[in-house]
């Protein structure tokens, strides 16, 4: 089982910066899961906005936030990291993480030409609530 608990919202302003964080509680390895993060606003669909493979390597991330969102993880602490610079206020929404169960999707992958989908992913955060004000 994975329980994901993100954290690190809040309200800013255009132009600064943010950092999340998404740790792990969990009873198998944490390097074995690769990770996601999703956002969604109000009225709208979750939309993946970056992955991470299980060993760090490799990311990916939708275009709207290439070059401002940096995706990071420390495995010996179980945590996954968004770190988002010159944010937007369309980048407002809550900011889900999201774990693999590679028991369950045995072909994962997260590359340079792919990011995966919602329905790639087994365990969910609660979310956190970023609002960037103009």
């Known amino acids: 089982q994975v329980q994901l608990a993100e954290s690190g919202g809040g309200l800013v302003q255009a132009g600064d910066s943010l950092r999340l964080s998404c740790t792990a509680s969990?009873?198998?390895?944490?390097?074995?899961?690769?990770m996601g993060w999703f956002r969604q606003a109000p009225g709208t669909e979750r939309e993946g906005v970056s992955c991470i493979g299980s060993s760090g390597y490799v990311t990916n991330y939708v275009d709207f936030v290439k070059g401002r969102f940096t995706v990071s993880r420390d495995n010996a602490k179980n945590t996954v990291y968004l770190q988002m610079n010159s944010l937007k206020p369309e980048d407002t929404g809550v900011y889900y993480c999201a774990a693999v169960d590679p028991d369950v999707v045995s072909n994962y992958r997260c590359s340079s030409a792919i990011l995966p989908g919602a329905g790639r992913y087994e365990y969910w955060g609660q979310g956190t609530q970023v609002t960037v004000s103009s």
């Open positions: 969990i009873t198998t390895s944490f390097s074995s899961h690769g």
